[in-house]
Nanobody, 126 residues
Framework: VQLQASGGGLVQAGGSLRLSCASS????????MGWIRQVPGKEREFVAY????????DYADSVKERFIISRDNAKNTAYLQMNNLKPEDTAVYFC????????????????????WGQGTLVTVSS
């Protein structure tokens, strides 16, 4: 599965951004999607997860109530709506995919995901 993330940019604290992750693969619908972020010099950090038909989601505690993951299987695209952004949200955001459906804490394991996009930079100024 090839993934292409976009939508990053510079935004003031309290603002919003929507990231997109497009796949050219017809098997997109077979894959759960995740968003993971990375601050330079730090390890990658789980942000959000969604099952193939959107029936189940999970979020890192730091983004709950502010970020929303969604997907449009007809467009082979996943999204991450980020609201009330904070300076600590500054990172490179990656979309990632894994075939099948998972539940529990395993969805927060970065090693779960087999396919990765190239990342898009989000910078939140204070």
């Amino acid at each position: 599965v090839q993934l292409q993330a976009s939508g990053g940019g510079l935004v003031q604290a309290g603002g919003s951004l929507r990231l997109s992750c497009a796949s050219s693969e017809g098997t997109f619908i077979d894959h759960s999607m995740g968003w993971i972020r990375q601050v330079p010099g730090k390890e990658r950090e789980f942000v959000a997860y969604m099952t193939p038909f959107g029936g189940s989601t999970d979020y890192a505690d730091s983004v709950k109530e502010r970020f929303i993951i969604s997907r449009d299987n007809a467009k082979n695209t996943a999204y991450l709506q980020m609201n009330n952004l904070k300076p600590e949200d500054t990172a490179v955001y990656f979309c990632a995919a894994v075939r099948g459906t998972y539940s529990g804490t395993i969805v927060r394991e970065v090693s779960l995901y087999d396919y990765w996009g190239q990342g898009t930079l989000v910078t939140v100024s204070s």
